[in-house]
């Protein structure tokens, strides 16, 4: 995501699909759907991967907040280059959306 944080594309919604090959997700294409395509793609990912690092993101003065977990924006990622993968605690719980929201356990060392 934050290689993504500095491209820039002429249409909002392609922020989002210029991505889906990199994660290796599927959605249909829904030109019109503004930020929501972002947001969509944060969720297909989540249904697809365990890494928590999409949740890695950070807002500076300039940029919108979410209201969510979820990122707004791919520019909300610039900061997050440097953020390595842990090792996933195999008895731990995948993260998962309901429809009450996301599903996820913590622990701390």
Known sequence: MSWASTRETTRQEDEAYCLMGIFDVHMPLLYGESSKAFRRLQL????????????????????????GVFASLPAV????GGIVRS??????????????GLCMEFFFC
Do not use: C, H, Q, V
Not at 77 to 80: L, M, N, V
């Open 77 to 80: 990622f610039y900061d997050a």
């Open 44 to 67: 297909e990912i989540l249904a697809n991967s365990d890494d928590e690092s999409l949740l890695t993101w950070t807002t500076r003065p300039f940029d919108p907040i979410s209201g």
């Open 87 to 100: 090792e996933i605690d195999e008895s731990r719980p995948p993260l998962s959306m309901t429809n009450k």
